[in-house]
């Protein structure tokens, strides 16, 4: 596939228009008065360089002018205006962070400045909800922490840190933290808000309401409902769903008590990989930028669930999170010059993940010979050609992603304790947490035409006329992949992390340093799958899928039982030459703890695991400038990084045991002219793989999806009761995978959107996403083009638009 590099007029522009961060990472204490009152005036121009730096500042009212971190912010305004379709969607909009937003709403594989993503999810960094983690690893296998937080009227603002202090301030986010910060009533009044897609299939209303109870209470609710087919038409209702969220602040002479809940239960399609020709353009009957593999036809799957026992299993659940939290937190001024703080939140989290993953396209002839032998036949097993051959050229062989989450959930508590010791910050921090990760995977197989619309079912049949398959199954399991994927987990992970953090300010310079012990055991059993014959029926005869059913070897379970331990360190300096210049270095040691995907290969039989396995560490060094020209603001981090990884990939049946090098220049800015506002950021990464212990051969190749430059643009224009703008998004050319041989094309994408202000605080919006229609592919399974030319690749969405109506009061 031939690259296509960004024309040097767009680097240019991206490069002078970076994006701002108007405002400060996420605040891990409440504001005073006078603070609000500040940050409400001249602290919020620009990218907020006098904004107050809370978190992954190691000195209290400490500006981000003065700190020595990389910090930006999006507010609840900035990411409406990017017309985003997912909340994955909203994190390409962040300096530095590459989000391949091409799953739906969740599942997305998220990396910061050239941290690589060997496997899925995101690994390096941590998504947290109001400063603390929304699951304690954001790579679980069909448990990406993203599944299970979403954006909506509630949120006040998208804070992000990246690399620098992000390594002490919380365990397993040597990358970066991505924290969303919930509204708490600070200003009296809400929001209600009602969307439809113009060109889909989607309703959804947001709302939100908060303020005064009295003089020292206040509170805020709201959330969000939905349904519809959404942006891609699985052929059924596939979003349904809704969260509600609240808080209560009681205010006190010397702080404050916050309580807050959360209930989701959203369902959302999730797209795999889809047949697509390697040169990025739709085979015919499909289109990759629109139809998704879910067909009417398969919505209920059979199998044995995690205790063996015959059962049923809804595709239409989709991506299913079903969470419900409840957390306090607290913040006190002692004696002493003290100060007190705690965060505890308790979650109970389940769901499912139900999706159709296509592990074989080729023709239907070929396919249907190496499962029933030579001269085989194809028919219709569904639909209005049931019984009649199938005579198109291509099929699919399907493996349903079919996950029963059981538990989830997690506990957690940070507490920190501070002093200030003349111009000396220090803060003493114990954070606890545990985290259970039980699911069983139910996986079965299909084989459906290569069709976008409701594709059907096919049956398989030998040469004599005997059935390989019943109506459109091919086997209870996936003997495609060796029977590989009818698991079962039932493990726990508790950390514990004492970290110590100094800060120290006199003239022009400000000094920090941070340090983090992280303590955590790992415990629980494992099973995979074992064969045998069942009547999954009931008919009384074991016909031919039914000789060899997957099922969980519950006699056979695998210990889980080991312990890991690692230092993180972070050491920064900032000298600020004038009011409108400082520079920063920083060097930094974190690690990230490896759970689910150590299971199947690196637990020993005794439940252990090496050290080397068990953690993989990240080493970064950082030199940066925030500098004021007038209207225009610019925040350059030049960066480089050193990650070791050990991962598991369930779609290729891969280990991973590298060392990947990345270094780069990192630069975001503000430029505001009159009634127009530019904001933006481009990050430029050289990344390569300098070791790999079980395939030497991709030694110095530039890793699987990196590409050299990413780059993103936000342009607003006002006037009167109009408001008018695009959003811009887009990388150079990458690879699909590590030997460098498939290359994707770079792509731009541009949002477009309108709001006009109808009558007093009620506003009418157009927002259209990718307005051109244009073809970006962020992954794809395959690292060299089949003999057939059709690989199975996730591109992003096709043009989609929405109109909307919000009424403030």
């Known amino acids: 596939m031939k690259a296509t590099y960004l024309k040097p007029s767009c680097l240019a522009l991206a490069i002078s228009l970076a994006l701002s961060s108007n405002a400060l990472l996420a605040q891990d204490s409440e504001p005073a008065p006078e603070q609000v009152a500040a940050e ?84 390096f960094l941590t998504l947290q909800e109001d400063g603390l983690p929304v699951l304690q690893f954001g790579d679980i296998a069909f448990g990406n922490a993203d599944i299970f937080v979403r954006s909506d009227a509630t949120l006040a603002r998208l804070d992000v840190i990246r690399g620098g202090s992000a390594s002490t301030a919380a365990s397993n986010s040597p990358g970066a933290i991505i924290n969303f910060i919930s509204k708490t009533g600070e200003h009296q009044g809400g929001s209600l808000a009602i969307s439809s897609g113009l060109n889909y299939d989607q309703f959804r209303t947001d709302f939100e309401f908060g303020g005064d109870i009295n003089s020292d209470m206040r509170f805020h609710f709201g959330g969000f409902v939905r349904q519809g087919e959404g942006v891609r038409d699985p052929g059924y209702q596939g979003e349904r769903g809704y ?134 036949s194809v028919v219709y097993a569904v639909g209005p050609k049931a019984g009649q051959a199938y005579t198109a050229a291509n099929a699919i062989r399907i493996h349903t992603f079919d996950v029963e989450i059981h538990d989830f959930g997690s506990m957690v508590n940070d507490l920190k304790l501070s002093r200030r010791f003349g111009d000396i910050d220090m803060t003493f921090g114990y954070y606890m947490a545990d985290q259970t990760i039980s699911m069983s995977w139910l996986w ?191 925040f350059a981090t030049l960066f480089f990084a050193e990650t070791e990884e050990q991962n598991f990939e369930a779609t290729t049946q891969r280990f991973f045991d590298r060392v990947y090098k990345a270094k780069g220049i990192e630069l975001e800015s503000s430029y505001r002219i009159g009634d127009l506002d530019f904001r933006g950021s481009v990050t430029l990464t050289d990344a390569e793989i300098s070791k790999d212990a079980l395939n030497p051969a991709v030694v110095g190749n530039t890793p699987r999806r990196q590409a050299d430059v990413i780059y993103s643009l936000l342009a607003r224009y006002t006037q009167d009761s109009a408001q008018f703008g695009v959003s811009i998004i887009g990388t150079s050319a990458s690879y699909a995978q590590d030997n460098n041989d498939l290359k994707f094309s770079g792509y731009t ?61």
Request: charged share 20%; hydrophobic share 35%.
């Open 40 to 123: 409400d005036s001249s602290a919020n121009s620009g990218l907020g360089f006098e904004r107050i730096l809370v978190t992954g500042a190691l000195s209290r009212n400490q500006t981000v002018m003065q700190s020595s971190v990389s910090v930006s912010t999006l507010t609840f305004e900035d990411i409406d205006a990017s017309a985003p379709r997912s909340t994955a969607e909203v994190f390409r909009m962040l300096p530095g962070v590459r989000s391949e937003a091409s799953g739906g709403e969740g599942n997305a594989n998220i990396a910061v400045r050239g941290l690589p993503v060997a496997a899925g999810g995101a690994k």
């Open 243 to 376: 969260q509600l969220k609240g808080n209560i602040t009681k205010e006190f002479n010397t702080g404050y008590v916050r309580v807050y809940a959360k209930h989701l239960n959203d369902r959302v399609t999730s797209f795999m990989p889809m047949p697509m020709l390697a040169d990025g353009s739709s085979v015919p009957g499909y289109n990759a930028q629109r139809d998704t593999l879910q067909s009417a036809y398969l919505t209920q799957t059979v199998r044995l669930n995690g205790d063996n026992q015959i059962s049923r299993g809804d595709v239409r659940d989709g991506m299913n999170p079903q969470v419900n939290s409840i957390g306090v937190e607290a913040q006190f001024d002692l004696d002493g010059n003290w100060t007190l703080e705690n965060r505890f939140r308790i979650s109970d989290v389940s769901g499912n993940f139900n999706t159709l993953f296509p592990a074989e396209v080729d023709s239907a002839q070929s396919i249907a010979n190496s499962i029933a032998g030579d001269n085989a």
């Open 444 to 634: 079965n197989a299909y084989l459906m035409a290569l069709k976008g619309d409701n594709a059907e079912l096919l049956d398989v049949f030998a040469a004599d006329g005997s059935a390989f398959s019943a109506q459109g199954q091919l086997a209870y399991g996936v003997p495609f992949w060796g029977n590989c994927c009818q698991r079962n987990y039932d493990t726990q992970y508790s950390t514990k992390a004492p970290y110590v953090n100094v800060g120290w300010a006199f003239g022009d310079w400000s000094l920090d340093a941070s340090i983090r012990r992280d303590i955590g055991k790992a415990n629980g059993n494992y099973a995979g799958a074992v064969q045998s014959s069942r009547d999954m029926n009931g008919d009384g005869i074991i016909s031919q899928i039914e000789q060899s059913v997957s099922a969980i070897d519950l006699a056979n379970p695998q210990l889980v039982n080991y312990s890991w331990g690692y230092n993180s360190y972070s050491a920064g300096a900032n000298y600020q030459f004038n009011r409108d210049w400082a520079m920063f270095g920083r060097i930094s040691k974190g690690a990230r703890a490896n759970a689910d995907r150590l299971l199947f290969g690196k637990v020993n039989s005794d439940g252990s695991v090496a050290r080397e396995d068990a953690i993989d560490e990240v080493k970064q060094y950082e030199i940066g400038s925030k500098s004021r020209h007038g209207n225009l603001n610019l």
């Open 749 to 809: 994408q541009i949002n477009a959107f309108t709001n006009y202000h109808l009558a007093e605080n009620l506003t009418l919006s157009l927002n259209v996403n990718n307005l051109f229609d244009t073809i970006g592919i962020t992954e794809a399974e395959q690292g060299s083009v089949p003999a057939n030319g059709i690989i199975t690749a996730r591109t992003i969405n096709g043009r989609t638009a929405s109109v909307g109506l919000r009424y403030q009061f």
